[in-house]
């Protein structure tokens, strides 16, 4: 298959557009046959009620954003062991910086590194031991910043990086943490990221923290979704959330050091406000209710309404279209469920959750920071034709998507398409 140039470059991602394509259509049919289907020809048809897209993506119906040769997912025996992707054989080494350059000054240092050489690189069983106390559970939707469609969402749970950090006791001159994971032991293959100091250590109220994730929706996280261990950092794309997490460096330079910086996206960039829509059947026959649904994603702004426009286009190809004046529709969002323990992992209450109430159980906001949730509504009376919908998200600015953001490669952003016919 041909991977369109708009993804990740200078990477085999195992992910094409085709693919998402693919996966939103069978949703948004399933979606609207479903509805449908309740209702006898004779009758008048009932609007089809849409379904929501669960909350939680199982963890291997994620979609897929791994980079190597092998990737490192598909190692298996005595490779898995010496890459050190087992939980018995995994490890994290903690190291500073050892020589001065013109950019380092003076050198980032710490009183305990933590390494294979010195025989105490920190393993799964002590990280597990840490979460006993320092655990951390969020949901959150990870989002590639260079594919058009969220790749799942679900349950995370690990130990902050600041705990982890701890371990290294006296640090000096630190300004930046770098972190990447196992790569074949091929520096070409390596995948990087970063974090300021400030980003790793401290968490605003109501945020959440960079984290070491051991767990997805209950379960350990599995190889492909970059288990043994992967990092996570919340408010971000998923560039920054390495998986097959080995290696935490500390050091004073001050610059950002993302392998996806150099494919001219922002190494900053938090995750953007955005909406999407499911794919459509390219024909609906007419005089049906017409179900119509997507995802929204709450990012840095939030969240305060999903809209969508639906014009008339009847141009042939190739001709002017017809600039119908847009009209935007407020769109429904999905509630929070009022029974989070049939949402939830089994053993796991709503309270134990950041961005819930810890007395009550319910969601301090909603949608929840850096999750997403469904929107639906329904098209009725739609005469023969063609027609174009878009939707976007307003955020609690008031903020009409793509806006405020003009870049693209600082967040996916651009409105969303949907061209269908009406016959
Ligand atoms: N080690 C490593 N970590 C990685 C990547 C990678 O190629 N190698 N891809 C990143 C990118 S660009 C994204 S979008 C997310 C995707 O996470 P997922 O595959 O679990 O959906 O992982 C990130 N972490
Ligand atoms: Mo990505």
């Not at 200078?10 to 693919?19: K, L, Q, V």
């Amino acid at each position: 298959m041909k991977r369109p140039s708009a993804l990740d470059s200078a990477d085999s991602t195992s992910i094409t557009r085709r693919d998402f394509v693919r996966t939103n259509s069978a949703f948004a049919v399933a979606a609207f046959v479903g509805g449908l289907s309740t209702t006898r020809a004779a009758e008048v048809p009932a609007p089809p009620k849409p379904a929501h897209r669960p909350l939680i993506t199982p963890a291997a119906k994620f979609s897929d954003v791994s980079r190597g040769n092998p990737k490192p997912h598909s190692l298996k025996g005595e490779a898995l062991i010496q890459a050190r992707l087992t939980p018995e054989s995994w490890r994290l080494e903690i190291t500073a910086d050892t020589a001065a350059n013109p950019t380092i000054k003076e050198i980032a240092d710490i009183s305990k590194p933590l390494t294979l050489a010195d025989g105490n690189a920190l393993d799964l069983a002590a990280l597990l031991e840490l979460g006993k106390k320092h655990s951390v559970r969020f949901l959150k939707a990870m989002q590639c910043l260079n594919i058009p469609a969220p790749l799942g969402q679900g349950l995370w749970e690990g130990v902050p990086l600041r705990e982890v950090l701890r371990l290294c006791g006296r640090m000096n001159n630190v300004r930046r943490i770098y972190f990447w994971g196992f790569h074949n032991n091929d520096p070409k293959q390596l995948f990087r990221s970063s974090l300021s100091y400030t980003q790793a250590i401290e968490t605003p109220p109501g945020e959440l923290p960079a984290f070491l994730a051991y767990r997805l929706n209950g379960e350990p996280l599995s190889l492909i979704r970059g288990g043994p261990v992967r990092m996570v950092i919340p408010w971000a794309y998923g560039f920054k959330s390495i998986k097959w997490l080995q290696r935490i460096a500390l050091t004073n330079d001050y610059r950002a050091n993302d392998t996806y910086a150099e494919q001219n996206n922002d190494p900053e960039s938090f995750l953007k406000t955005a909406a999407y829509i499911d794919g459509l059947p390219a024909k609906i026959p007419a005089g049906k209710p017409i179900a119509i649904t997507g995802l929204v994603m709450a990012g840095l702004s939030g969240v305060k309404r999903v809209e969508y426009c639906l014009q008339r286009d009847d141009s042939k190809p190739g001709e002017p279209k017809v600039e119908a004046p847009e009209q935007w529709n407020e769109a429904q969002l999905e509630e929070p469920p009022a029974d989070w323990s049939s949402v939830l992992p089994v053993g796991v209450a709503s309270r134990q959750v950041l961005g819930f109430d810890s007395n009550t159980g319910k969601p301090a906001t909603w949608p929840l920071r850096y999750s997403m949730i469904s929107w639906t509504a329904t098209l009725k009376g739609l005469a023969p034709g063609k027609y174009a919908l878009r939707a976007r998200a307003v955020d609690l600015n008031g903020f009409a998507q793509p806006e405020p953001r003009a870049s693209q490669k600082a967040g996916r952003n651009a409105l969303e398409l949907r061209e269908f016919q009406v016959m």
